[in-house]
């Protein structure tokens, strides 16, 4: 069975997609509707918010990173919800380029890949008929793409409504419904994006109000009428990506690094991709949970140990005073035990930790990395990773494919680079993480790869 979907996109950042998304999320939970989450692109907090408003696993859905089966195996993954909601990134057609292409990884890839068609979400604070005028733009722009409709957001009342519905009507593009300008239908945030949902002590509330103010604004029932099948079958074209194929389940690229993992999983660590966990899951491997700033150690009986991103340089005073879990982690690793870490978990597997108060922190000592969050400097993009020798997370000379978001700075890196990376435009990247023995680490969080 096929699984009906829309898209929530918009024309640029801080249109309010996600508060939108998480609005319609609760609203049809509510209602008793199977939904099921997705999120367009890398990010990996947004996903845990939209978990949150609808009650299962939100996923990404990333056209730059992903394999086609993959992304296939996803979406499959939801035919058994009523509809699925994807949420964007960015603008609609707004994704990695470089030299002759550009938009690789756009939501816009995803609404032509999975034919579902897209919900263009709309700031008009300060414009009125020129909204009908961005609109237009975004409807034709790529006619793979179908724009089914525009809910407006920050609308300042009924006038203002009424000089922009008309001109819209006018290009045949329904308004599905209005969001007034409201400060309590936000989420706090800080400088990786939302706070984390399981940090939000309020967040149910702040969910419920968002949603009631999408079930008066927002004709839940229209969107539900939108909803398409996601295509199956497809080809190739210069500006699309190809249809999905049939799902192949468990792809070989997802082997576990393990049979017991040991994950860590709290406030400093939890940027860990659902997808890859779900993949470990049906292949057999037992995850098992600790939590470092509870100085929990990780599992003794695991034959991996898996550090995720986070927020390590809020929690490094804590980190570095947690004795149980630094022996627990210096004693896997002197047992011959695979330990990885992704960004802020590599920055723990390192030497030291400068906080953005300019003190240093003495982390687990497993790697040689000092980094740095004082001097702060914003690292962002795809990253294309070559192994150079065999380890946890593949054979010599595998691919895979990530992401790097954090605004630490390497200080010192004295080990051997674990990989040979580049960015979406091909370009050499100097942050190719370190190995140590049976200790790895890289700044990029892990999306897809094949088996070298």
């Known amino acids: 069975m096929s699984t009906l979907g829309f898209v929530i996109a918009a024309s640029a950042s801080g249109s309010g997609k996600t508060t939108v998304t998480l609005g319609i999320l609760r609203a049809l939970a509510r209602r008793g509707v199977a939904v099921q989450p997705y999120k367009c692109g890398p990010d990996y907090i947004d996903p845990a918010h939209h978990a949150a408003a609808a009650g299962r696993p939100s996923f990404n ?13 996803l979406v499959a993954a939801g035919a058994g919800a009523d509809v699925a909601v ?49 609109a237009l733009g975004c409807a034709r722009y790529r006619s793979d793409v179908t724009v089914a409709g525009v809910i407006l957001n920050r609308v300042a009342g009924e006038r ?24 309590r239908l936000t989420l706090p945030e800080r400088h990786l994006g939302l706070v984390q949902a399981a940090e939000t002590a309020d967040l149910d509330a702040r969910l419920d109000r968002i949603a009631d103010a999408v079930a008066a604004g927002v004709d839940l029932d ?65 995850i098992v949970p600790f939590s470092p700033l509870a100085d929990e150690a990780p599992d003794a009986a695991a034959d991996v140990v898996w550090l995720p991103g986070g927020y390590p340089e809020l929690h490094a005073g804590r980190l570095a005073a947690a004795e149980r879990f630094m022996a627990g982690l210096r004693a896997a690793a ?107 680490g890289s700044f990029f969080h892990l999306i897809d790869g094949a088996p070298g």
Do not use: N
Request: glycine share 12%; net charge neutral.
């Open 160 to 183: 203002h409504r009424d000089l922009i519905a008309p001109a819209l009507s006018a290009i045949g593009l329904p308004v599905i419904g209005t969001l007034g300008r409201d400060a």
């Open 222 to 286: 229209a969107l539900m009428r939108l909803a398409r099948p996601a295509a199956v079958l497809g080809g190739e074209s210069e500006t699309a990506a190809p249809r999905f194929r049939p799902p192949r389940l468990q792809p070989p690229r997802f082997r576990p690094p393990g049979q017991r993992i040991a994950v860590a999983q709290d406030a400093a660590f939890s940027f860990l991709y659902p997808h890859l966990v779900r993949a470990w899951r049906a292949a057999g491997a037992d």
């Open 334 to 440: 002197a047992r011959g035990v695979a330990v990885h870490g992704e960004c802020g978990g590599f920055m723990v597997l390192g030497a030291g930790l400068v906080d953005a108060a300019g003190t240093r922190h003495a982390m687990a000592g497993l790697l040689g990395l000092e980094t740095s969050f004082a001097a702060r400097k914003l690292h962002l993009g795809y990253r294309r990773a070559r192994l150079r020798e065999a380890c946890v997370l593949g054979s010599a000379g595998a691919e895979l494919w990530g992401h790097e978001f954090h605004y630490s700075v390497t200080l010192a890196c004295p080990d051997v680079p674990l990989a040979d990376c580049t960015d979406a435009g091909g370009r050499v990247v100097p942050e190719s993480g370190a190995r140590r023995g049976s200790v790895t």
């Open 61 to 73: 859905l990333d056209t730059f990173a992903m394999d086609r089966a993959l992304l296939a195996d």
């Open 86 to 134: 994807a949420e964007g990134v960015m603008g609609l057609f707004d994704g990695a380029g470089h030299a002759g292409r550009s938009g690789r990884g756009a939501t816009a890839e995803v609404a032509a890949l999975t034919g579902w068609p897209v919900v263009l979400v709309l700031d008009v604070v300060g414009q009125a008929e020129t909204a009908a005028a961005v």
